[in-house]
């Protein structure tokens, strides 16, 4: 039986439960390169001391569980089907209402949980390519290296739990696509990752599938350069709702300059998250040939399209020095974001999430609840 905490025990949870939530990743674009920097993220090992406060629960004031989960949302979707079972277990509601619709059912995640800790689909797709692209090396069990690697560039094992559904319901010659762009950016070693991902499929164990979902201490950087014909392939991916997806594939097309990836994306016709259709009209401007033609355009479009118009203008400002003191006049605090202007005098910000706009004054979306993203 667990000990009950000490008083300077419960401040010191609470005090933790307290903790403002990491920033989320920033885009820029600036003298033609992209830097999409990874979100900052809670303290290593924050995870491990979530699992064992939750299950002192109980000695915590009225609230405490909800801010259990609003944490377990920004760790891995692991900790946060831990973190909600428990309270499930000791008779709190837990709130889905609020959270994106990857959220509404815990049975669902379980359930894509259980498929090798929702990486089955990764492996079943390294472990499908042709018997020719393996070059016969041996994996090497105790580190599982290259599948390491490509699980640290997709960042899955940092992902919330709400990523994971988008990305899987992605169809699936979209994921095969990313997934070939990535491991030949990164230059990964196709047969290794082949026979890595078979035996990991045939093994029954969570020691190696936690073990794969671990970081990097360092981010690793693309290899190389995909070609026109490369890019233009993967801009099809921009179609995903998955923000796991379009993030990186606009990290790899972006500085490709090839009209080919414009041309994919102005031909989408798809309904897109707000970050997938930000990400890829920014995207298609910067590899357009007809750019000021799109600039006229997208400068009479929605929020996202207006944000992204904002994030190139930005670093372009000697061609464009009136169309970026406009863009950070914008009504919308999500476009100045992203050309240096004054968030806080904008009349209104668009929930990211949603895509409701919403007054300045007010901090979290009237329509899903969660915070604004523009605003520090």
Same mark, same amino acid.
Not at 238 to 243: G, H, I, L, W, Y
Not at 272 to 289: C, N, P, Y
Not at 323 to 352: K, P, Y
């Given at each position: 039986?667990?000990?009950?905490? *000490?008083?300077?025990?419960?401040?010191?949870?609470?005090?933790?439960?307290?903790?403002?939530?990491?920033?989320?990743?920033?885009?820029? @674009?600036?003298?033609?390169?992209?830097?999409?920097?990874?979100?900052?993220?809670?303290?290593?090992?924050?995870?491990?001391?979530?699992?064992?406060?939750?299950?002192?629960?109980?000695?915590?004031?009225?609230?405490?569980?909800?801010?259990?989960?609003?944490?377990?949302?920004?760790?891995?979707?692991?900790?946060?089907?831990?973190?909600?079972?428990?309270?499930?277990?000791?008779? @709190?509601?837990?709130?889905?209402? +609020?959270?994106?619709?990857?959220? *509404?059912?815990?049975?669902?995640?379980?359930?894509?949980?259980?498929?090798?800790?929702?990486?089955?689909?990764?492996?079943?797709?390294?472990?499908?390519?042709?018997?020719?692209?393996?070059?016969?090396?041996?994996?090497?069990?105790? $580190?599982?290296?290259?599948?390491?690697?490509?699980?640290?560039?997709? $960042?899955?094992? %940092?992902?919330?739990?709400?990523?994971?559904? !988008?990305?899987?319901?992605?169809?699936?010659?979209?994921? !095969?696509?990313?997934?070939?762009?990535?491991?030949?950016?990164?230059?990964?070693?196709?047969?290794?990752?082949?026979? %890595?991902?078979? *035996?990991?499929?045939?093994?029954?164990?969570? %020691?190696?599938?936690? !073990?794969?979902?671990?970081?990097?201490?360092?981010?690793?950087?693309?290899?190389?350069?995909?070609?026109?014909?490369?890019?233009?392939?993967?801009? !099809?991916?921009? #179609?995903?709702?998955?923000?796991?997806?379009?993030?990186?594939?606009?990290?790899?097309?972006?500085?490709?300059?090839?009209?080919?990836?414009?041309?994919?994306?102005?031909?989408?016709?798809?309904?897109?998250?707000?970050?997938?259709?930000?990400?890829?009209?920014?995207?298609?401007?910067?590899?357009?040939?007809?750019?000021?033609?799109?600039?006229?355009?997208?400068? $009479?479009?929605?929020?996202?399209?207006?944000?992204?118009? #904002?994030?190139?203008?930005?670093?372009?400002?000697?061609? @464009?020095?009136?169309?970026? +003191?406009?863009?950070?006049?914008?009504?919308?605090?999500?476009?100045?974001?992203?050309?240096?202007?004054?968030?806080?005098?904008?009349?209104?910000?668009?929930?990211?999430?949603?895509?409701?706009?919403?007054?300045?004054?007010?901090?979290?979306?009237?329509?899903? +609840?969660?915070?604004?993203?523009?605003?520090?």
């Amino acid at each position: 039986q667990q000990r009950a905490l *000490e008083q300077d025990e419960v401040a010191q949870v609470l005090a933790l439960l307290n903790t403002p939530r990491p920033a989320r990743a920033q885009t820029k @674009y600036v003298k033609g390169v992209m830097t999409i920097s990874a979100g900052d993220r809670y303290m290593e090992g924050i995870a491990d001391v979530i699992l064992l406060a939750v299950d002192h629960v109980d000695q915590l004031p009225d609230g405490s569980s909800d801010k259990f989960v609003e944490m377990a949302k920004g760790l891995n979707h692991g900790t946060f089907e831990k973190v909600t079972a428990v309270l499930s277990e000791r008779g @709190y509601k837990v709130d889905f209402s +609020h959270l994106v619709s990857a959220f *509404e059912s815990l049975a669902s995640v379980t359930e894509l949980f259980a498929d090798k800790h929702c990486l089955g689909w990764l492996l079943r797709i390294l472990a499908d390519w042709p018997t020719d692209d393996n070059s016969g090396v041996p994996p090497e069990p105790w $580190r599982w290296g290259e599948v390491s690697e490509v699980v640290s560039v997709l $960042r899955w094992g %940092e992902s919330p739990a709400g990523s994971m559904r !988008q990305l899987l319901d992605t169809p699936q010659h979209l994921k !095969q696509i990313w997934i070939n762009a990535v491991v030949d950016a990164y230059h990964l070693n196709r047969g290794r990752l082949s026979s %890595e991902a078979r *035996e990991i499929l045939l093994q029954d164990d969570d %020691e190696t599938l936690w !073990q794969i979902c671990t970081p990097r201490l360092t981010p690793r950087e693309p290899v190389r350069a995909l070609e026109c014909e490369e890019a233009t392939i993967l801009a !099809q991916c921009f #179609a995903s709702k998955s923000e796991d997806i379009v993030t990186l594939t606009a990290h790899l097309t972006i500085d490709t300059g090839c009209a080919g990836v414009s041309a994919v994306i102005e031909a989408l016709d798809v309904g897109m998250t707000w970050q997938g259709r930000f990400l890829s009209t920014a995207v298609s401007i910067a590899t357009s040939e007809v750019r000021d033609e799109l600039i006229e355009r997208y400068i $009479r479009s929605g929020s996202p399209q207006r944000a992204g118009l #904002a994030l190139i203008v930005a670093s372009l400002s000697d061609e @464009y020095p009136e169309l970026l +003191h406009d863009l950070r006049e914008d009504e919308d605090a999500a476009v100045r974001f992203q050309c240096g202007g004054d968030v806080r005098l904008a009349g209104v910000w668009t929930c990211r999430y949603c895509f409701t706009e919403n007054p300045v004054t007010q901090d979290s979306c009237e329509e899903c +609840h969660l915070n604004c993203s523009w605003f520090d």
